[in-house]
């Protein structure tokens, strides 16, 4: 395979369980770069999980639930009755997220102004020989801000503009090893203006985005939606359409 020939594709739907980077050569099968941790599908699962990231993440789990103890609950019960397993798709991450900071309609009003927000923590990791993105600790990242009352709308512009910087630096990186120039998108998180305006920002400017019409999904320019994993349909929580552009704000609060 030639690496000139490559383009990268970022599939980010949130019904995949397999979105995330990958170089796309002609008459061959596409290959990972970069894809998303699976999370636990039980409630308790994903705590002990969090709390398991290293010492600040152990005392931030005990804070949250005094703090806010309805929230901590509606967390315990997910997955509540269903086969313990792990659960990959996007929706499912950010149906938890949705619960988590409890995002209404006039946060996501809010949201639509902002010029900037905060940095959530993407962690990469590597592992057998491929890159993940650790969707542990984004969940911690946002609890710490949640814990200091940073604004939901702040919030909710930040879980998508920072994913969109990460993906960008990376995909940024791997452009120059493969010497490809093309960032090809599809899937229905595509159309998030957060998002893309974050991914625009990191990605370096030699590299042209291409919206892959064909494999784009069906779905609507989503948000978080916390009905849990694999309901259609419409979201309670979308972002809106205006395009969004800025710089990134302060670093990830401290639980």
């Known amino acids: 395979m030639n690496p000139s020939s490559a383009v990268l594709l970022l599939r980010l739907d949130r019904f995949d369980p397999e979105s995330g980077l990958f170089a ?15 999370l636990p599908t039980g409630g308790r699962q994903i705590l002990e999980a969090i709390g398991a990231l290293d010492e600040n993440a152990a005392r931030l789990l005990p804070n949250f ?11 315990e019960s997910i997955g ?26 006039s946060d996501v009003r809010d949201a639509a102004s902002l010029a900037s927000g905060l940095e959530v923590d993407y ?4 592992e057998n020989e491929h890159w993940f993105v650790n969707l542990r600790a984004t969940l911690r990242s946002l609890w710490s801000y949640k814990l200091a009352e940073v604004p939901n709308a702040i919030l909710l512009f930040s879980i998508f503009d920072s994913l969109g910087q990460t ?20 899937g229905d998180l595509e159309t998030n203006p957060f998002l893309r ?12 985005i291409v919206e892959d019409t064909s494999a784009s999904g069906s779905s609507s320019p989503d948000g978080l939606n916390a009905s849990g994993p694999g309901t259609e349909g419409s979201d309670p929580v979308s972002p809106p359409t205006a395009p969004v552009t800025g710089e990134r704000g302060p670093s990830r609060a401290e639980g």
């Open 80 to 105: 509540n009755g269903l086969p313990s397993g792990e659960e990959k798709s996007l929706f499912f991450f950010l149906s938890v997220c949705s619960i988590a900071l409890q995002i209404e309609e």
């Open 123 to 126: 962690a990469l990791f590597p």
């Open 167 to 186: 993906l960008g630096s990376f995909a940024g990186r791997c452009g120059e090893l493969l010497q490809t120039q093309t960032l090809r998108l599809s």
């Open 24 to 38: 796309s050569f002609p008459d061959s099968p596409r290959v990972p770069l970069l894809r998303f941790a699976p």
């Open 65 to 75: 639930r005094r703090r806010f103890p309805k929230i901590y609950e509606a967390l």
């Open 197 to 208: 305006a974050g991914l625009r920002r990191s990605l370096p400017r030699k590299i042209a």
